[in-house]
């Protein structure tokens, strides 16, 4: 597991930093702007639709060799970009090449991870997912924070290189892992849960807000930045506070696991996210309140994901999960291609989009939560990834 959480968090570092780089570079470079932006976020969706068929039919087995195929391609696709940098169109095409890679990894990872956990206990499986949660959230928010450092000293198209190197080291190094499932244990993980029908459709509809909170933050961040004349560094500093306040919930929830009921989480974050919403409309000035409003964010979107993940771990089996969540980032795209189509009208209010995102996902899960009541005897949150 230690291999894993420390792979996952390189990946998870320069990834946040690559899609700063890109996003930023869409965003303020000639001919780029609010539609090219648009577009290449929406573009970046649509590989969720089919890549559930690329993994079935994929002729490699194994989380680890899955994920090393996926970075080999995430290192190519960049050295492309890298060379295609100056012309917005062709970094806006190849950036959906590059996230048909990335959510490739996205059940790559999950896969690994679940042949990591094969024979733990449920307590040390819990703390395990936490602990990787809690590692990869911070490594993603905190990526970003090192583009516009990285760009004072060498060009971007040299950092997205030497990323596209430390990709392909990942790589190589993830060959060197193996899993270590027996056969009994892979038909035990294979069996799970049995739990189907209504209650898997609302965490369909729960999973299916997670990207398109994360998608309309990292598109409405630059936009915001620009407009109220701010740099890449202000940014970076805005999207390690998001980062931050995921790890910080994850760190409290998996503190508290035992005396916290979701209740309280849902309710607390509703309130947060309604205040900090609040806050912004009455000082709309970038400065203090953005960076006390993400961060808010950040708490409260990472306390959902964290015991949203934790409730269908022990309502389904692994295989159920993925089939969940790869239905819900498909449709993910329609949400997606809605938001930001009503965000052309409203260009100056988009950064609204995710803090009413993540409310809904309270309502989402507040109805999971409601589904789940029946149960003889209610569990406390129990912390995962």
Same mark, same amino acid.
């Given at each position: 597991? +230690?291999?894993y959480t420390?792979?996952s &968090?390189?990946?998870r570092?320069?990834?946040?930093l ?6 930023w570079?869409i965003a303020?470079?000639?001919g780029g &702007?609010?539609?090219a932006?648009?577009?290449s ?5 649509v590989p969720?639709?089919?890549v559930p068929?690329l993994i ?5 087995t194994?989380g680890p060799?899955?994920?090393?195929a996926?970075?080999a391609?995430?290192?190519l696709? #960049? ?9 917005? *169109?062709?970094?806006?095409a ?6 048909i890679f ?5 059940s790559?990872w ?5 042949d990591?956990a094969?024979g733990?206990d ?6 395990s997912s936490?602990?990787t949660m809690?590692?990869n959230?911070?490594?993603?928010? @905190? ?7 990285f760009?004072?000293?060498i060009? =971007? ?7 596209a190197?430390?990709?392909?080291v990942?790589? @190589?190094?993830s060959l060197?892992?193996h899993?270590?499932t027996s056969?009994?244990e892979l038909?035990? +993980?294979? =069996?799970?849960p +049995?739990?189907t029908?209504?209650?898997s @459709?609302?965490? @369909? ?7 398109p909170i994360l998608?309309?933050?990292n598109?409405?961040?630059?936009l915001?930045a ?15 506070l998001l &980062?931050?306040g995921m790890?910080v919930a994850g760190i409290?929830l ?7 009921e ?9 309130i947060a996210v ?7 409309l ?6 203090a ?5 993400i961060?808010t #964010? &950040?708490c409260a ?6 015991i949203l993940? =934790?409730e269908?771990?022990?309502?389904f089996?692994p295989?159920?999960?993925? =089939? ?18 009503g ?9 609204l989009?995710?803090f009413v995102?993540t409310l809904?996902?309270?309502?989402a ?5 409601k589904a789940?009541?029946s149960?003889?005897e209610?569990? *406390?949150?129990e912390v995962?990834?």
């Open positions: 597991m +230690k291999r420390l792979y &968090g390189l990946y570092f320069l990834n946040g690559v899609l700063l780089l890109l996003n570079h303020s470079a000639q &702007g609010y539609d932006l648009a577009i976020t929406t573009l970046s969706f969720a639709v089919f068929l079935r039919f994929s002729p490699i194994g060799r899955m994920t090393a996926g970075l391609g995430v290192a696709t #960049l050295i492309l970009i890298a060379a295609g940098y100056d012309h917005v *169109p062709a970094l806006v190849l950036n959906f090449v590059l996230w990335f959510f490739f990894l996205e790559t999950e896969a690994w991870f679940n990591e094969s733990l449920n307590v040390t499986l819990r703390k936490s602990t809690t590692v959230q911070v490594a993603l928010m @905190v990526g970003p924070l090192f583009a516009p450092l760009t004072r000293v060009p =971007a198209k040299w950092v997205l290189v030497a990323c190197v430390l990709f392909a990942v790589a @190589v190094m060197g892992s899993s270590t056969s009994t038909a035990q +993980k294979e =069996a799970g +049995k739990t029908g209504h209650l @459709v609302l965490y @369909v509809l729960a999973f299916l807000l997670v990207w998608g309309t933050f598109f409405m961040l630059p915001q620009i407009a109220h004349g701010g740099s890449m560094f202000t940014v970076g500093i805005l999207d390690m &980062g931050i790890a409290l998996h503190r508290f696991t035992e005396v916290l979701v209740r309280w989480v849902l309710a607390g974050a509703a309604a205040a900090v919403i609040a806050i912004w009455f000082v709309p000035a970038f400065g309140p953005q960076m006390v409003a961060f #964010l &950040g979107f990472g306390s959902l994901r964290v993940r =934790a269908a771990a022990s309502s089996s295989r159920q999960v993925g =089939a969940i969540v790869a239905n819900a980032n498909a449709f993910s795209l329609v949400l997606l291609t809605a938001v930001l189509a965000g052309w009208l409203f260009s100056s209010q988009i950064w989009a995710p995102l809904l996902l309270v309502l899960f507040h109805r999971i939560h789940q009541g149960r003889p209610p569990q *406390p949150i995962s990834a």
